[in-house]
């Protein structure tokens, strides 16, 4: 069966600082992978999604990046963190060419 | 026109009785339109979906049930459950060469009372 996991679970990061969050998913290959961020009390918007290794498209400008280093990786980094950047990230993979997408656990990121 | 319009905000509703959220969009190219349950501190986990070639989906106490021309589409939970508790997300996508986009709603927080 498949698993998506991502870490770290929570971060507690200074303005200005670096990011690095991981995801990863087992038992699939060649997956659609997504990174989504969701505010306090709000609905989740797409950032990056990828269809294959080092194939990123941005879904809204913004101080983050993501990148794809191997099949089933999918990193979203930062190089200077702002107060805005806090939330819930999710990262979610789906099978090429279905709908479904399946969510990890998300990681808590707060900025300081 | 990306959009996904979600109501209510929040929702009280007793044990035993029926809860309803429902959505609204507007890009009729949408054809994928999942319900995600949301316990907090948690990843989406899908509930049920549909697609609009079909007006109703039923999943156990979860119903879809999809209006094509008025381009809503509404869960419903019958028999809920203090288990239920949970924030609902509606969700609607079309599937591209890039993967299948998901656009949400803004969310329903569900309280179920004894």
């Known amino acids: 069966s498949q698993t998506i996991h991502q870490w770290p679970a929570t971060l507690v990061q200074p303005v200005g600082s670096p990011l690095s969050l991981e995801c990863t998913v087992e038992?699939?290959?060649?997956?659609?992978l997504y990174w989504y961020r969701q505010a306090a009390g709000r609905g989740l918007q797409l950032l990056f999604y990828?269809?294959?290794?080092?194939?990123i498209s941005s879904e809204v400008p913004q101080n983050l990046s993501a990148s794809r280093p191997q099949d089933r990786q999918f990193i979203l980094s930062s190089k200077k963190l702002l107060l805005s950047d806090s939330g819930f990230y999710l990262c979610?993979?789906?099978?090429?060419?279905?709908?479904?997408?399946?969510f990890g656990p998300g990681t808590r990121l707060t900025v300081l | 026109q990306q959009q996904v319009k979600q109501s209510p905000q929040s929702l009280i509703v007793q044990k035993g009785g029926i809860s309803i959220i429902n959505c609204a969009y507007e890009?009729?190219?949408?054809?994928?339109f999942p319900w995600y349950q949301q316990f907090p501190g948690k990843g989406p986990a899908l509930l049920i979906a549909?697609?609009?070639?079909?007006s109703e989906k039923k999943e156990g106490r979860f119903t879809i049930s999809f209006n094509k021309s008025a381009k809503q589409f509404s869960l419903h939970i019958m028999d809920s459950q203090p288990g239920d508790s949970a924030t609902y997300f509606c969700?609607?996508?079309?599937?591209?060469?890039?993967?299948?986009?998901?656009?949400f709603g803004t969310g329903t927080q569900l309280k179920v009372e004894l």
């Open positions: 990828s269809v294959g290794i080092g194939q």
């Open positions: 549909i697609r609009p070639d079909v």
């Open positions: 890009n009729t190219a949408f054809d994928y």
């Open positions: 969700a609607a996508s079309m599937l591209t060469g890039g993967g299948n986009k998901l656009t």
């Open positions: 038992g699939t290959s060649n997956p659609n």
């Open positions: 979610a993979w789906s099978a090429p060419g279905t709908d479904t997408q399946y």
